[in-house]
């Protein structure tokens, strides 16, 4: 029995060390519907002590508190949201690791697909002007009358100079 | 194709690289505070020390002071130390001390080896006050006005540049 206990306590701590989260077993609330909401909250949460973690992730001392506080607010009945803008209200929109979409924003959402439309549209400009620039350079329509009559002056193989007169 | 055409390049070029030259010279790890403006958090510590008053949302008002978010584990507090204490001794501007996330032996020793600046000091141990504050790492310093809102946020030590450049104009400014 005792065996079976420890080989059982080896395979848990086994399975826990897989784990890369910074998230302590006694910061755990019991309530599983709550615990995945906070996970899902403080992986968008960005820890200000490190900046490129989630507070999920950092092992930092007010990564930790800011996990704590936040399922306290959770387990207070708060919304999401209202924990979500909890923070930006104290930290700023930088405490969300993805950017809100506002008025500020837009440039930063909608940049790349506006360079994207004008680079398109440029390229369409660029190609149609260069199959146009072709059918005029090289088509028999770009020869006029005076032109026509000399070519044929000389593919009659007539002498003549090259302006068509005859010898 | 029109001439102006040509000089669009150049044009997207120079756009490119002011955006650069301003986001890449700016040190990212500074945040503004997102309470600039702002009247402080309400929040209410007790005193660090038996002699000295504690802090609280009401003891921020009527006058320009500076808030030092201070903890006696923290290195650069220390490298910051005798600047505050020498503001305290020339009257500059009334110094609050906030000590963040320390504990109470520690933070008094550090006090007693280093002096005291400040005019109250809040304890905070669990660093929730700090929170509302939007602390993320020590020292941090803040220019409250007459009106009890936050003005100014410095993060990291406070430095003499820092102090003669920005903080003192400033302070003279909200006195006035």
Redesign the interface.
């Known amino acids: 029995m005792i065996v079976r206990l420890a080989a059982l306590l080896i395979l848990f701590v086994l399975i826990r060390t897989g784990e890369s989260h910074a998230v302590q077993p006694d910061e755990r609330l019991a309530d599983p519907m709550l615990e995945a909401r906070a996970r899902d909250i403080s992986k968008g949460v960005r820890c200000l002590v490190c900046q490129n973690q989630s507070i999920d992730d950092s092992n930092a001392d007010l990564a930790k508190d800011l996990r704590i506080l936040l399922r306290e607010r959770l387990t207070a009945g708060d919304s999401d949201q209202k924990i979500r803008d909890f923070l930006v209200a104290r930290y700023g929109d930088f405490v969300l690791l993805k950017p809100p979409m506002k008025a500020s924003t837009y440039a930063l959402w909608f940049g790349p697909l506006v360079i994207l439309v004008l680079a398109i549209i440029g390229l369409i400009v660029f190609f149609r002007r260069r199959a146009a620039l072709d059918t005029t350079s090289s088509g028999a329509a770009s020869l006029n009358t005076e032109e026509r009559a000399r070519l044929a002056t000389l593919l009659d193989g007539k002498a003549g100079d090259d302006k068509g007169n005859p010898a | ?1 029109p001439r102006i055409l040509f000089i669009a390049p150049l044009l997207l070029f120079a756009i490119v690289a002011a955006y650069l030259a301003i986001g890449l010279t700016k040190n ?2 500074i ?5 600039l403006d702002q009247p402080v ?1 309400s929040f209410d510590l007790p005193p660090l020390k038996n002699d000295k008053p504690g802090l609280a949302t009401a003891d921020l008002q009527g006058d320009v002071m500076l808030v030092n978010v201070f903890a006696s584990w923290c290195v650069p507090c220390r490298a910051e130390h005798p600047l505050l204490m020498q503001m305290t001794h020339d009257k500059t501007v009334p110094i609050i001390g906030l000590n963040w ?1 320390d504990k109470k032996a520690d933070a008094r020793a550090w006090l007693a080896e280093l002096g005291d600046p400040y005019t109250r000091i809040g304890h905070d141990p ?3 006050a700090g ?4 602390v ?2 020590v020292p941090e310093t803040y220019v409250i006005d007459r009106g009890g809102r936050i003005r100014y946020k410095h993060v990291g030590p406070m430095f003499r540049e820092v102090l003669t450049e920005t903080v003192l104009p400033l302070i003279k400014e909200l006195r006035k």
């Open positions: 194709m990212a790890r945040l503004p505070s997102a309470l958090p996330k669990s660093g929730r929170i509302e504050w939007g993320y790492g």
